[in-house]
């Protein structure tokens, strides 16, 4: 089926990897306009450098995509982020890439504990101005960036789901997104159910096609992450830690 074969994806050779399934020897890292950041990143091609976009599958912890959940200790920002939990031994061959990749022996992972029971990776966009009555789940933490990204600016609302204006290939123009930025939330539950002949393959050109999500997939959810990946150092003494900034998600299946 779509799905299994999605497990075991490894790269449609463009522009998805999944960092589990994947060689790191094929992969470069690259910095982009002023940051220091080194970010994962396809051979160059026609002189320029593109950014990988990553995929992991995993069940929902906590999820604020479509609707932004107010972040920081004073609730003064918004973000859009989801703490997911990977299939244990994916996870370990995806940081194992990860480490190869960014040639590092020790790389800090992004993980946070939910309700004192459920160790997930947490994946985000860059925090936004303040949404006003929003849902404080800001024990998710954040994935630590550089401030050097896009400046976060006016508010989010909390009424109206995010709609995608554009497509997963413009998202990896950059490495971080606002979460004032439009971001895909689509809903494959119906693609993946039907689809169940043994030649067929789930491509990421479909994604356009699928519905949007109105609402966030609920906790034990399966979905597929999209995001970039990247490293940084808080200062010289610090360790070298990994970044993963959201792209997208895909609702696979319900709980």
């Known amino acids: 089926s779509a799905l299994q074969k999605l497990v075991t994806f490894a790269t449609d050779g463009a522009y998805v990897i999944n960092p589990a399934r994947q060689d790191p020897c094929s992969m470069v890292t690259t910095t982009f306009g002023q940051s220091i950041n080194p970010v994962l990143s396809w051979a160059p091609r026609s002189g320029q450098m593109v950014r990988v976009i990553c ?90 960036t550089k401030r050097s990204g896009k400046k976060a600016g006016g508010s989010t609302s909390a009424k109206v789901p995010s709609v995608p204006s554009r497509s997963l290939l413009e998202m990896h123009d950059k490495t971080t997104w606002s979460t004032n930025d439009d971001v895909g939330a689509w809903d494959g539950t119906e693609y993946f159910k039907r689809n169940k002949e043994p030649s067929m393959k789930f491509s990421f050109d479909v994604l356009h096609t699928l519905p949007r999500l109105t609402a966030d997939p609920n906790f034990g959810d399966t979905v597929m992450v999209l995001y970039s990946a990247s490293t940084y150092r808080w200062d010289n003494m610090a360790g070298t830690s990994l970044s993963l900034n959201l792209y997208g998600i895909v609702l696979v299946s319900r709980k």
Request: hydrophobic share 45%.
């Open 55 to 144: 995929m992991s599958l995993g069940f929902v912890f906590t999820c604020n995509v479509v609707f932004p959940a107010s972040f920081g200790k004073q609730g003064t920002q918004s973000v859009k982020s989801i703490l997911f939990g990977p299939v244990r031994a994916e996870w370990e061959r995806t940081v194992g890439f990860f480490g190869s990749a960014f040639k590092q022996d020790s790389l800090g992972v992004p993980t946070f504990t939910a309700s004192q029971r459920y160790v997930g990776i947490s994946i985000r966009m860059f925090p936004s101005e303040v949404a006003p009555a929003l849902p404080d789940v800001s024990f998710i933490g954040a994935t630590p």
